[in-house]
C-alpha cells in the first residue's frame, strides 16, 4: 500500500513530527520534515510528493502564502491539514484549497493515517486510471488527425492529378496555336498553384539558350546563355546546369525543370516551374505532366519540320506566275484570291544586321507551317525574292484570311531567326499585307511598285542626309524634310 509513497511533513511542533514519523516509519516511509514554509515551497516545486502534510499554522510565512504555491493553483498538491483544538478556527482559510481530508492531532496517529493513507492509494489509483485513459485518449486523437491528415493528403493528392489532367487538357485546347510557347503560356498564367514560370530553349545554331519574349505576368524571361560550344544535338548537360543555376539564382529555390524533348536526343527547351506552395510543389505529378509536354511540343516540332507540299507551296515563283496565268489566258474557273505580305521592313533589319547570321531557310518554313497550324483557312503559297510571301485562298475565306494574315505576320517572332536575337528584340518589323489583282501581270506590277517605292524612300533618306551633312559643313540655310 506504501510502496513508493513520499511523504512531506511541514509542521511548528516537533514532537508532532516524531510520532506521525514513527507511524510512517512502519509502514516503510521515510518522510521529509520542513520547519519554514520557505524551505516547503523550495523542496516541493521541483518534485511534487504524494503526500504533504501541513500544519495550519503554516499557512503564511512573513510575505509568502503558501495559497500561492504553483502547484495549488494546478491542484497538483496533495494535501493534508493538521489542527488542534486550539488551532481548529484556522481551518476556515482552507475551503479554498483542493485537498485530501484533515488531520486532528490526537494521541494515536496509526488509525487515522492508515485511512488516509488508503483514501490517498485509492486516489492515486483513480488518478492512475485517468492518465492511463487520457494518454489511450490523446493517442486515439493522435491516430485520428493523424488519419485526417493521410486523407486530406489523399484528396490533395487526387486533387494534384486532377490538376495535372486539367492542365494536359488544357493545352489540348491550344492545339491550334502557331507556337507551342503561345499554348503553354496561356495556360500557365491560369494556373493559381504557379508562381511564376521560364523557358529556354536552343538557339538554331546551338550556341546559346534564348528565352522567348512573353507579355504573360507570371513569365520570368531569363537573359540569354552564350554556352561556349555548340549543343548540335540539342540542350547538353553542362547547358542544363548553366540554366538552372540562373533560374534559380533569378526566381529561387523550389524550382521544378521540365525537359522537353522534340525530335533530338537531348531537350530543345528547359522549363522551370516555381510553385506557390510546398505541398503543390511535392504532390503534383511533374513526371506525368513533362512526359505530356514532350509529346505536346513534338507534335508542334513535326509539323513546324515539316517541308510543305505541292499542293501547299509553289515549286518556284515562275510555277506560280504560270498558274496565275490561267485566269487571264485561259479563263479558268477556279475563284481564287491574292494577298501579298511585304517583307521589305524585315529585309531591311537583315542588311543592318548583315555581321550577323539571319536563318533563312529556318524562317520561310516556319512561317508558313505556324501560318497553317494557326489558320482555318486553306491556302497555297509562293515566294518571290525574298522580300514577297503570297497566299492564294478560295474567295469564300478572303475576308478571315486576310485578318488572319496580317495579325499572325505582324505578332510574328521574327527576332528568333537573328544570330543577334537580343540586337533585334526591341525593332518593330511589321510587314505590309496587300489584296492583289488575281493575275502574274499585276502581281509583278504591283511588287515592282513596292520595290520602287521603297528604293525611293531610301534614296531620299540618303540625298537629305547628304543636305544635312553640307549644310553642317557650309553653314548654309537649314533644309527641312518635306
Excluded at 516511509?29 to 516541493?44: A, R, S, V
Excluded at 488519419?147 to 492542365?167: H, I, R
Excluded at 528547359?270 to 506552395?277: D, E, L, S
Aim: proline share 3%; aromatic share 12%.
Amino acid at each position: 500500500m506504501s510502496e513508493g509513497l513520499s511523504v512531506a511533513l511541514l509542521f511548528s511542533d516537533i514532537n508532532e513530527v516524531k510520532e506521525i514519523s514513527a507511524v510512517f516509519r512502519k509502514l516503510g516511509i521515510i518522510p521529509h520534515f520542513y520547519e519554514d514554509l520557505k524551505t516547503f515551497w523550495q523542496g516541493t516545486i521541483d518534485r511534487i510528493p504524494s503526500l504533504c502534510i501541513v500544519d495550519v499554522k503554516k499557512m503564511s510565512e512573513g510575505d509568502l502564502v503558501l495559497r500561492n504555491h504553483p502547484h495549488i493553483d494546478t491542484e497538483k498538491l496533495p494535501l493534508i491539514f493538521f489542527y488542534t483544538k486550539n488551532t481548529e478556527p484556522l481551518l476556515i482559510s482552507t475551503n479554498d484549497f483542493f485537498h485530501l481530508g484533515l488531520l486532528k492531532k490526537t494521541e494515536n496517529y496509526e488509525a487515522p493515517l492508515k485511512a488516509i493513507l488508503k483514501r490517498l492509494n485509492h486516489f492515486m489509483a483513480v488518478e492512475k486510471e485517468n492518465k492511463v485513459l487520457r494518454d489511450e485518449k490523446q493517442s486515439q486523437n493522435e491516430i485520428i488527425e493523424t488519419l485526417k491528415m493521410d486523407k486530406l493528403t489523399l484528396v490533395q493528392t487526387d486533387q494534384y492529378q486532377s490538376m495535372v489532367k486539367s492542365v494536359c487538357l488544357q493545352l489540348e485546347e491550344h492545339r491550334g496555336e502557331a507556337d507551342f510557347f503561345r499554348a503553354v503560356e496561356k495556360v500557365f498564367q491560369g494556373i493559381d498553384e504557379v508562381a511564376e514560370f521560364a523557358l529556354m530553349e536552343l538557339s538554331f545554331n546551338g550556341q546559346k539558350l534564348i528565352s522567348p519574349i512573353s507579355h504573360v505576368q507570371k513569365f520570368r524571361a531569363i537573359p540569354s546563355l552564350w554556352l561556349g560550344q555548340a549543343c548540335t544535338n540539342g540542350i547538353e548537360l553542362f547547358a542544363q546546369n548553366m540554366a538552372t543555376q540562373v533560374a534559380v539564382d533569378l526566381m529561387g529555390g523550389d524550382l521544378v525543370a521540365l525537359l522537353i524533348k522534340g525530335n533530338l536526343a537531348k531537350p530543345d527547351k528547359i522549363m522551370f516551374v516555381k510553385a506557390k506552395n510546398e505541398l503543390f510543389y511535392n504532390q503534383f505529378d511533374w513526371n506525368m505532366l513533362e512526359a505530356y509536354l514532350n509529346g505536346f511540343y513534338a507534335s508542334f516540332r513535326n509539323k513546324l519540320d515539316a517541308e510543305p507540299t505541292p499542293e501547299k507551296k509553289f515549286a518556284s515563283s515562275f510555277e506560280a506566275m504560270s498558274f496565275l496565268d490561267q485566269f487571264l489566258f485561259e479563263k479558268t474557273k477556279m475563284d481564287y484570291r491574292l494577298i501579298d505580305v511585304d517583307l521589305t521592313p524585315l529585309m531591311d533589319l537583315v542588311l543592318k544586321k548583315s555581321g550577323h547570321r539571319f536563318f533563312w531557310n529556318k524562317f520561310e518554313k516556319e512561317f508558313i507551317n505556324k501560318l497553317e497550324i494557326q489558320s482555318r483557312c486553306e491556302f497555297r503559297v509562293f515566294d518571290y525574292g525574298v522580300n514577297h510571301l503570297a497566299f492564294l485562298v478560295n474567295a469564300g475565306n478572303l475576308d478571315a484570311f486576310f485578318d488572319e494574315l496580317k495579325e499572325f505576320s505582324s505578332k510574328f517572332s521574327y527576332w528568333k531567326y537573328f544570330e543577334d536575337s537580343e540586337g533585334v528584340l526591341a525593332q518593330i518589323i511589321n510587314p505590309k499585307v496587300t489584296m492583289v489583282p488575281l493575275s502574274a501581270y499585276a502581281y509583278l506590277k504591283s511588287t515592282l511598285n513596292a520595290q520602287q517605292a521603297s528604293m525611293e524612300k531610301a534614296a531620299d533618306k540618303e540625298t537629305l542626309a547628304k543636305l544635312k551633312t553640307r549644310e553642317m559643313i557650309w553653314g548654309k540655310e537649314p533644309i527641312h524634310e518635306v
